[in-house]
Each structure stands twice: as structure tokens, then as C-alpha cells.
Nanobody, 124 residues
Framework: QVQLVESGGGLVQAGGSLRLSCVASGRTFRSYAMGWFRQAPGREREFVTTISWNSFITYYADSVKGRFTISRDNAKSTVYLQMNSLRPEDTAVYYC?????????????????WGQGTQVTVSS
């Protein structure tokens, strides 16, 4: 059974930074692409960023490009999301997701496993 556990969320002022972590267990982490999504109150869950199994390919939503960075450490079965220059509109629950494929994907339905989410709140 695949489990994804996120951590690192919290309250931060606009312009600040946070780093989210997601630890995976239950299958060979290094074989699969990973992604981060977020969901703000009253809105659908939206794509943030994704990374291929070997870190060669990454994609970002336009809204976070240049501010957020995804990375992974396959030896630690962990994917990270470094968030800089945070804005109030980044406030959301952030979810880690894993798909049964090597390839990065921006499509929510391509992901098979999800974490429980971690809250990020950015104050103005």
C-alpha cells in the first residue's frame, strides 16, 4: 500500500518561504513521477508542479513559475517543494501525488496516490 505523508506547511508572511516535504512508502519511489497540487477553499484542486522519475523533466503552473522549485531525493523516497516569494493567493492545502509512470504529468487524473495534504497560509 502506497503512503504519502506531507509536512512543512504553516503560516508565513507574504514574500516569505516554505519548504514542503513528502515522504513516500509502499513501493519503489525512484521508479515513479511525482507531483504537487493545491486546493484553496471553494476551488478545485489545481496543478502546481511535477517531476519525472529521474528529475530530468519538470513542469510548473504559470502562477508559480520562477518562485517554486520541485526536487526529489530518491535515496530518501522524498519529494520537495521549495516555495519562495509567497503570495496570499498561494494559500491552500498542498497535496503530494504519485503516478504509476516514469513521466511527469500536469493532469490530476493521471495520479494514483495522494497524501493527506498540508496547509499553507500566506498573510498579507
Amino acid at each position: 500500500q502506497v503512503q504519502l505523508v506531507e509536512s512543512g506547511g504553516g503560516l508565513v508572511q507574504a514574500g516569505g518561504s516554505l519548504r514542503l516535504s513528502c515522504v513516500a512508502s509502499g513501493r519503489t519511489f525512484r521508479s515513479y513521477a511525482m507531483g504537487w497540487f493545491r486546493q484553496a477553499p471553494g476551488r478545485e484542486r489545481e496543478f502546481v508542479t511535477t517531476i519525472s522519475w529521474n528529475s530530468f523533466i519538470t513542469y510548473y503552473a504559470d502562477s508559480v513559475k520562477g518562485r517554486f522549485t520541485i526536487s526529489r531525493d530518491n535515496a530518501k523516497s522524498t519529494v520537495y517543494l521549495q516555495m519562495n516569494s509567497l503570495r496570499p493567493e498561494d494559500t491552500a492545502v498542498y497535496y503530494c501525488a504519485s503516478r504509476t509512470s516514469h513521466s511527469a504529468s500536469t493532469t490530476r487524473d493521471d495520479y494514483d496516490y495522494w497524501g493527506q495534504g498540508t496547509q499553507v497560509t500566506v498573510s498579507s
